[in-house]
């Protein structure tokens, strides 16, 4: 970090003549031209787009807005991608701590390929993350045999839109607790063990107080990342309103049938969700960052 | 595989290295079967069903003009996004760390929201901002102030917008931390030496960022390719013009065409593998030649 006086730029500082002149660093109109181009950029990228989901789903006024809430299709949408994201998150928190625990306690052989294979979801495209159970599932899928003359449906229906989404937010919570549980060591785990406690006191009252903060970072972007996915679940859902269409693809069959007000209405929590999640991710990082791993990386 | 803890020093080979911390056979067993049920299985499957496809009806569907096309505007528009975020994230990530101004902490937390936003969110929000009636759509349109005349949205520039969006955070969040580490005293003995401002830049700090960029550029490229979401609704999907690979996967399922979707979800795994490893070479020949950073 850049803490010395000379090499940082306050627009509120008076200017004086050696700043013009002083060697390691820019003039001020550049300083003041990239400032500015990184503003317009940003802008026009990024604020301006949260912006308007905002200012559209308002569009018609407030009474419309809540309106959009009323509507059983849109209710059956959040419902849906509540109860997702209430089977995702739990089973894919007790798959990143048990991850986490043999990699970071342990040594073993394979060790980096399997941190790879876990590290696999983030690399294929969610398109792709649906498909492949489709493949299994769908009907002329692999396991389609097995589950014919039952009555599970997976493809078109709830468990189809599940797995979607454990797949494409696996990663989430076992890539963060990995290298804060590798940075923390064995040495907390051990003195208590020595001291007479057994294998789950020691992860109860020794490891999670340590990771707690870190676990919550990662349920929290694992969250944001299940109740938003849309190209796996879009997939395998088959789209069948109000019993398969989780809040994006609600939004997405809205949009097409040019009902903007409403689209940006369901849009508007998701976006409101997202606010919510950056704003805790900041207060973490800012509160906690020694004990976060990944402060700078999703 | 389970080592005894009464029994941390016993000798001879085991298979994880001998610890008092308990547990190992409970989490790796339960770390393997979630892993291989949800993830290397379906996996599995996919390869398993391109393969299954004959070989003639493999080259049928990769050499149709629709496919090839798809996979030009796939790789075409992400590797265009990518290099225009290692241009702006540059200066972005440059703006942060070395500037003081108004809103600085706010435009740092903002960098993150294309994570954090869901991608149909983003989808519908950029195609209405950019639409010829959208607010920047019609300040570049034929009509509006500037009389540019440009269209973005529903056609292959929508796709790069959409693709810059999603990738921006990679190489901000890749290249920031770098430069908040840079040694100061490298830039005062280039400037001790005679260097002007520029040549410090070019010479001495964009060298020493390089293997950051090509970083933060491999990740912003690897996940425009996969995009789905964002883009579909900036892009118009016009088949030969404005259709990217991943709809084209969801057009041949919607046909029930599973092994077209399977052969062309193949080659996209294969390209990007391949110009991943690619970039990682370059990058390694960065690290050589510029210093690790």
Known sequence: MYEQDD???????????????????????????????????????????????????????????????????????????????????????????????????????????LTTLIDLPFSVSPVVSGMVYVLLFGAQGFLHPWIKGTNIEIIFAVPGIVLATIFVTFPFIARELIPLMQDQGNGDEEAALSLGANGWQVFWRVTLPNIKWGLLYGVLLCNARAMGEFGAVSVVSGHIRGKTTTMPLDIEILYNEYNFAAAFAVASLLALLALVTLIVKTILEFRYGDELAGTRKH | MVVSPAHPAKAGWTFVKPSVVPGFGLTFGYTLLYLSLIVLIPIIGLFLKAAQVPLEDIVRIATAPRTLNALRVSFGASFIAALVNIVFGLIVAWVLVRYKFPGRRLMDAVVDLPFALPTAVAGIALSTLYAPKGWIGWLVSANGPLHLGWKIAYTPTGIVIALIFIGLPFVVRTVQPVLEEFEAELEEAAATLGANRWQTISMVILPRLMPAILTGFSLAFARAVGEYGSVIFIAGNLPNVSEIAPVLIVIKLEEFDQAGAAVIAGIMLVIAFVMLFVINLIQAWARRRFGDV
């Not at chain 1, 990184?38 to 787009?49: D, E, S």
């Open chain 1, 7 to 113: 090499l940082v730029y306050d627009s509120r500082r008076p200017i004086l003549p050696s700043d013009h002149t002083r060697p390691t660093t820019e003039r001020d109109w550049i300083k003041r031209t990239l400032i500015g181009i990184a503003i317009v950029f940003m802008l026009a990228v990024i604020v301006l787009p949260l912006v308007l989901v905002f200012v559209e789903a308002f569009r018609k006024g407030a009474g419309e807005y809540f309106s959009t809430f009323g509507d059983p299709q849109s209710q059956a949408a959040i419902r849906l991608t509540l109860l997702v994201a209430a089977i995702a998150v739990p089973l894919n928190l007790v798959f990143g701590v048990a991850a986490a625990w043999c990699v970071a306690k342990f040594e073993f052989p394979g060790k980096a390929f």
